[in-house]
Nanobody
């Protein structure tokens, strides 16, 4: 049974930092790319960052230079978010796309507000 469990969201002031975590289980984690998505109120869900099994990364232009995706060998991925902006407010989701279907975590709320 595939499970993706996010944590680490919260309320932060503009310019602040947060670190999100996603604990994965139920599949061969080391063989697959993993991604972070986010969905702001009234907007479509968008891809934020992806990390390959070998550690190569890619980012949305809106977060490049501020966010860092990483993974460990204990089935966790992370999203270090620095220099947060008001427009980063969203629910952040962990995603895995397997051979037959994709899976989402339940999401974690990130609110950037002064």
């Amino acid at each position: 049974q595939v499970q993706l469990v996010e944590s680490g969201g919260g309320l932060v002031q503009p310019g602040g930092s947060l670190r999100l975590s996603c604990a994965a289980s139920g599949f061969t984690f080391s063989s697959y790319a993993m991604s972070w998505y986010r969905q702001a109120p009234g907007k479509e869900r968008e891809l934020v960052a992806t990390i390959s099994p070998g550690g190569s990364t890619s980012y949305a232009d809106s977060v490049k230079g501020r966010f860092t995706i990483s993974r460990d060998n204990r089935k966790n991925i992370f999203l270090q978010m620095d220099s947060l902006r008001l427009e980063d407010t969203a629910v952040y989701y962990c995603r895995w796309v397997g051979p037959q279907e994709g899976y989402w975590g339940q999401g974690t709320q990130v609110t950037v507000s002064s």
